[in-house]
């Protein structure tokens, strides 16, 4: 897949598949929801889950996206990087919020400020924000051949 195409999948509100080391060096694979930024993307899981715990002693992961049914139309992106923990409030409510109308105002129309602001602030008090950098991406796209009209 080309830079543009992969951008446009991780755009779009897809679950993503994070992957931690844990501490006897199995991967930890859970799915997250996560907003795409300049250089890699943000995650917002709780402040004692298992994979901040990981990412605390190894920051390297993997974040796995697809999208497609069936197989012949399948596309993904895997990101490999490391992660860092950021604790601030401020922020970790900003991503709550980002979150939100992300994945959920579309669905609600519901505006955040006229609903689940209260709800994201408390949320917050217990989560923090996971900053994953990209290092290297590794993407396919199997319809590809499937657009010329052949068939899978």
Known sequence: MTRSQIDGLLARPNVGVLSTIDAGGFPHSV???????????EMWPYGKSQKVKN???DPRCALLVESGQPYVDLQGVLLRGRAEIDRDPERVFALGRSLYQ???QPTTGIPFDE???????AQSMKRVRVVFTTERIASWDHAKGNRTGGTP
Do not use: K, L
């Open 31 to 41: 799915g997250m929801y996560y907003v795409p930024v300049a250089g890699g993307v």
């Open 55 to 57: 990412i605390e002693r």
């Open 102 to 104: 992300r994945y959920f």
């Open 115 to 121: 609903g689940p602001h209260e709800r994201i602030r």
